[in-house]
C-alpha cells in the first residue's frame, strides 16, 4: 500500500488540469518567451502519462520562477539559483516522483551554475528547463552570463566584454546524458522535446530559448530557427559525443550571428541514473524513502543497537 | 576528588595515532570500573605538529578536563621534519615534551621516549631541574627501539601504554582485550609482545618512588564509552532521520561520517554534495518530498547555508541543521572550540527568523536534545538547530548503556495521510490549504501535505503566500502569515515549560545568592567549579542553559530573581549569551559579570573559581591565566 497514491494513476489527463484556478492568467509580459515553455509541458505532461500531483516543479528566482504558480502540479519555488539541490534532494526522498526544475539563465548558469554542473554530473533522474533569453529580465535588464559579448545594458553601459557562456557545451561536458535546445517559436518541437526529457532515464538538460520582448529588444525573435533533425544541411549522431560536442559548439558560435539551431543534440540511453547508481552500491533503499514513514510494519533501527562498539 | 583521579596525557605529533591509542586506553578504564572524560587537542595540520589527548579517570563521576594533569606520555613528534634553524616549524620533535610541562601537576610522571628525543633537545628543557622543583618522576625510555625490536616504530604507543599500565600498577587484561577487538594476526601478536615487554621491562629496571597509582572503581551498569559527534548522530537515528546531506568541515564532519556509515543499513540516504548552500538545499528539499532530513556545517560552512534556513522557515519546511562551533572569526583557529557563533546561528538569513536553537552541555544532552529538534522540528514545522562546538564534539564520557534503551519516535509531527487530506480545507480548484491562516489547533501549525499525495496540491514559495501557497502580497494576509510564524515559537516555548522536563541543568546551593551562568559546551568544567565553590565553604548556585531560542524567560528570570549576582561564563571575547539574556529579560544588567576565555582552549574548573574569587572579593587584580574578567554594567 502506498501513501502517495497520485503516482502511477491510470487515467484520462485533461491538460486543463494543469491550469490553475487561483491564477491562470500569467504576468508575463505579451509576447514573452516563458509562455512557450508553459504550453509545451501541459501538452507534453498528460501526453506522457503524468498527473498533476505526481509531479512536483522547482524553480528558482525570476520570471521563469513563476512557472509553477501557473502549472498547477505541486510546486516549490525555491530561492534565487537553487532550484537543483532542492529537486534532486525531493527526487532522492521520494524516487517515484516526477521532478522538474526550472530556471532562467542567470539563475542556472550563473549563481546556480555549480549546481548545475554538480547535478548533470552525477545524472540526477530529472529534467532541467532553462529559460534562456540572454538577459536578467525581472530585475529590468541586466546583462546575463548568455548575453552576447558587447551587449549594453545599464550594468555593462560600454557593452559586456565577456564571452557569453556555452549551455549545451558545458552540460555536455559536466555529464548529462541528454541535452537538446529547443524555442518558444518551434512550439512542436518544444513539446516533443520536453516529453523527451521527462521520460529520459537520467539528467534531462533543456536549454529553451525564450525571448523577451521587453528588456532584451536588441536580441532576435529566436526566428527562423533550424531543427538539426530535420535540416539537410546537418546529420550528427546525437548518441556520439564527439559529434555532439561540434555541432553543439557551432550552435553556440552562430546564435549570436542570427542563426538559431535548435533539436537534440545528445542522448545517452545506457548510462544508469544515479539513482540506479546509488541503488547499486546499497546507499539508496529500492522502496522510496517516503514510503517508510507511512509504512504501519516498518521496523525502526535505533541506536541502542550499535552501542557494542562503544563498549 | 582530584587526590584521587588519573589525568593521564598523551602527546605526540598529527598523524602519531594519538587518537586511537587513547580511545582504547579511554575504555579500558572505563571497563576496570572507573569514570572517564577526554579532551582532545590538536592542531589544524595533517602531519605534525603538538597534539595531545587527555583522559581523565576516577572512581566519581567526571564531567570536564581537570586543572592540569598528572601523568605524561610523551611519544615525541615522529613528522616533524625540518631541522634548519630559521624554519618556522623548526624541529618539532621535542615539543610533545616541552609543551606540556607548564601544566603538570606537582608529583606528576613523565615518560618520553628517550628513541626519538635528541639528548642535547632535552637538556635544553632545564628538566632536571623542573623535576626537583615539582617532585616531578622522569622515566626517559627508548620506545622506539623496543618497539621495533618486536614489531614497527609506529607501535611505540603500544610500547608506551605498557610502560603506563606498569607504573600505574594497571592489569593488563582490559587492554590485552582491547587489542585483540581491533588488531588480528602478526600485527596483533607484535603488538602483545611489545606491550608485556614493556609493562616488564618498566617493573624490573625501575624502582618506584611515586604515589600515583590507577584509582579503583566500578560500574553498577553496562558502560558505552561516547563522543559528543557519536550522541548527536544517534539522536538523530532515534528521532527517525534517514536522510543526510553534507560537505566536509572540522570539526561538522564528525556527525556527518558516522550518520554516512551507518545509513547504508538502515535505509537511509547519505549525500556529499558541492558545497553547503547545497546542502542544506537537500535538506529542505527530501524533507519536503516526505524524509525526515538533516544538514549541518561548522561556521564558515553553515554561513553558506543561511538562505536555504530562511527558506525552510517561509515555507515551514521541518528541518534540523547542527553548527558545530569553531573559534572565527573567518577560518580562525580551525580545530579548536568557541562559542562565538551564537548570535550568528539565532539572526542569520534575512527577516525575521523563526527558528528553534539548542545548545547541548554534555554528551547526554546532545542526544537528547538532538533528538527532541527532530520532534519539535517536525511538530512545528520550523527549523531547528544544534550548536556544540569543537570540544563537545571531540571529547569522550562514558554513559550509561541503558540511557539509550528506548524507542525511537520516527514519526511525521503534523503531516496529513492521504486519508486525512480528505477532511482538509481546499479552494474551489481542488488546492489543499497548505497555510491555513488560523489553524484549528493553539500551536499556530497548519498542518502538510507531501508531493505525490492525492489531494495536497500545494505551492511552497519563499515568498510571502496565501493560504494554497500562492504569492501574494496583501497586507491582511501577510499579518495573518508573518505572525502565525513567529507565534509557532510561543507555542514552543509552552510546550518546553509546562509539557517537558526543563533543558536546563542546575545545581550547586539552591539557597546561595550568588549565580554562575553558563551554556553549552561550557557545563562540565563551570559545574565543577560550583561544586568546589561550595565544598571550600562559599554559597554558589549554578545554571547551564540549553534553550537559546525560544529563550527559557521564565527559568532565567527566577534564577536572576534569586541571586544579587551572576557571573556568565563563556567562550567568546564579546559575552554573547550575556548579552542575550539582557536583550531577552531587559534587566538584570547591574547583576551580571562574565567570565570570558577565547585563546582556544576550553575552560578548566580553577579558572571559573579564580573569576568568582576576583568577583566576589572586588579585587583589582589580573586573572592568572588567559581568561577575561568583566565587570557588570556600571561597575
Known sequence: MSAFNAIGEEREIDRDEFTPGVEPQPTWCPGCGDFGVLKALKQALPEVGKTPEEVLTVTGIGCSGKLNSYLDTYGFHTIHGRSLPVARAAKLANTDLEVIAAGGDGDGYGIGGNHWIHTARENHDMTYIVFNNEIFGLTKGQTSPTSPKGHKSKTQPSGSAKTPLRPLSMSLNAGASYVARTAAVNPNQAKEIIAEAIEHDGFAHVDFLTQCPTWNKDARQYVPYIDIQESDDYDHDIHDRAEAAEIMRETEDVLNEGTVLTGRYYVEEDRPSYQEEKKAVGELPDQPLAERYFDEDAEWERSYDLLDRHK | MSDDELIWRIAGGSGDGIDSTSQNFAKALMRSGLNVFTHRHYPSRIRG??????????????????????????????????????????????????????????????????????????????????????????????????????????????????????????????????????????????????????????????????????????????????????????????????????????????????????????????????????????????????????????????????????????????????????????TGLPTKPEQADLEFVLYTSQGDSSRVVFAPGDIEEAYEQTRLAFDIAWEYQIPTIIIY???????????????????????????????????????????????????????????????????????????????????????????????????????????????????????????????????????????????????????????????????PEKEMTEFLESVDEAMVVEMNATAQFRGLTQKELGRFGEKLTSLLKYNGNPFEPAEVVEGYEINIANEDRETTAQVRFEPAAGD
Not at chain 2, 507531501?450 to 495536497?456: E, I, S, T, V, W
Not at chain 2, 519563499?462 to 510561543?490: A, C, T, W, Y
Open chain 2, 49 to 330: 605538529g603538538h597534539t595531545y589527548v587527555e583522559i581523565r579517570a576516577a572512581a566519581d563521576e567526571v564531567q570536564s578536563r581537570g586543572d592540569g594533569y598528572n601523568f605524561l606520555l610523551s611519544l615525541g613528534d615522529s613528522f616533524a621534519r625540518n631541522p634548519k634553524e630559521d624554519a618556522y616549524y623548526g624541529n618539532e620533535e621535542i615539543k610533545p615534551l616541552s609543551e606540556n610541562l607548564d601544566e603538570l601537576r606537582e608529583g606528576g610522571i613523565i615518560v618520553y621516549d628517550e628513541g626519538l628525543l635528541d639528548e642535547d633537545d632535552v637538556a635544553e628543557l632545564n628538566l632536571e631541574e623542573r623535576a626537583e622543583e615539582n617532585n616531578w618522576h622522569v622515566f626517559p625510555i627508548d620506545l622506539r627501539s623496543l618497539a621495533k625490536e618486536h614489531g614497527r616504530e609506529v607501535m611505540r604507543n603500544t610500547a608506551g601504554i605498557g610502560v603506563t599500565a606498569a607504573l600505574l600498577d594497571m592489569d593488563l587484561d582490559h587492554i590485552e582485550s582491547l587489542m585483540s577487538d581491533a588488531m588480528s594476526g602478526d600485527v596483533l601478536e607484535s603488538n602483545l609482545e611489545i606491550l608485556h615487554e614493556a609493562y616488564e621491562m618498566t617493573n624490573e629496571d625501575y624502582e618506584f618512588e611515586h604515589d600515583l597509582r590507577v584509582p579503583t572503581g566500578e560500574h553498577e551498569t553496562e558502560q558505552a564509552l561516547l563522543s559528543g559527534s557519536n550522541a548527536i548522530a544517534y539522536g538523530a537515528i532515534d528521532g527517525g532521520c534517514r536522510f543526510i546531506a553534507g560537505y566536509p568541515m572540522t570539526p561538522w564532519t564528525d556527525v556527518f561520517t558516522i550518520l554516512s556509515q551507518n545509513f547504508p543499513d538502515m535505509g537511509g540516504v547519505s549525500e556529499q554534495v558541492e558545497d553547503e548552500i547545497a546542502a542544506a538545499a537537500l535538506a529542505v528539499g527530501a524533507s519536503h518530498a516526505g524524509a525526515k532530513a538533516m544538514s549541518g556545517s561548522s561556521g564558515g560552512g553553515f554561513a553558506l547555508m543561511s538562505e536555504p534556513l530562511g527558506l525552510a522557515e517561509m515555507t515551514e519546511t521541518p528541518l534540523v541543521l547542527v553548527e558545530s562551533m569553531r573559534a572565527g572569526p573567518s
Open chain 2, 389 to 551: 562546538d569543537q570540544k563537545l564534539s571531540g571529547e569522550n564520557k562514558n554513559v550509561d548503556v541503558e540511557f539509550f534503551d528506548r524507542d525511537p519516535e520516527p514519526g511525521l509531527g503534523t503531516t496529513l495521510t492521504e486519508e486525512e487530506l480528505k477532511e482538509a480545507a481546499h479552494d474551489a480548484s481542488g488546492k489543499f490549504h497548505r497555510f491555513q491562516h488560523e489553524p484549528d489547533n493553539d500551536k499556530h501549525v497548519s498542518p502538510r501535505s507531501l508531493p505525490g499525495q492525492k489531494g495536497g496540491r500545494f505551492l511552497a514559495t519563499g515568498n510571502e503566500h496565501s493560504p494554497v501557497g500562492h504569492i501574494e502580497e496583501d497586507p491582511d494576509n501577510r499579518v495573518f502569515q508573518m505572525e502565525r510564524r513567529v507565534e509557532k515559537l510561543d507555542s514552543i516555548r509552552k510546550e518546553l515549560d509546562e509539557e517537558r522536563p526543563s533543558n536546563q541543568t542546575y545545581y550547586g546551593d539552591e539557597t546561595a545568592d550568588y549565580g554562575i551562568i553558563t551554556w553549552g559546551s561550557s557545563h562540565g568544567a563551570v559545574a565543577e567549579a560550583v561544586e568546589r565553590l561550595n565544598e571550600n565553604g562559599h554559597s554558589v548556585k549554578g545554571i547551564t542553559v540549553s534553550d537559546m531560542m525560544p529563550y
